[in-house]
């Protein structure tokens, strides 16, 4: 990959992550594009490897989103039935 491309993939996505924290979403996005744009124009074989295997990830992704939203609920089952004593004993006095 030339130089020139190294640092505009840099560039943009750093920047876009600036945009991000300071909440100009669409700016983000459009850097952030502009960085993948890049990457995929220099690897088009891996990108289409990525889109075929992209449904898999989603689903892995939703599992494991489920599973820590179980895990929360029973946590704040958890702590409903046990009350406010634990946390009153961790307080300083």
């Avoid at 190294?6 to 943009?12: Q, Y």
């Avoid at 992550?17 to 502009?34: E, I, N, P, Y």
């Amino acid at each position: 990959m030339q130089n020139w491309k190294k640092v505009l993939i840099a560039g943009s996505a750093t920047a876009a992550t600036v945009m991000f924290l300071k909440r100009k979403h669409s700016a983000g996005l459009l850097l952030a594009g502009v960085a993948v744009g890049t990457v995929a124009s220099e690897y088009p074989q891996q990108l289409k490897r990525l889109r075929k295997k992209l449904p898999d990830y989603i689903e892995r992704g939703s599992s494991l989103i489920d599973a820590i939203s179980r895990l929360g609920e029973r946590l704040a089952e958890a702590v409903e039935e046990r009350g406010t004593h634990w946390y009153e004993a961790l307080l300083p006095k």
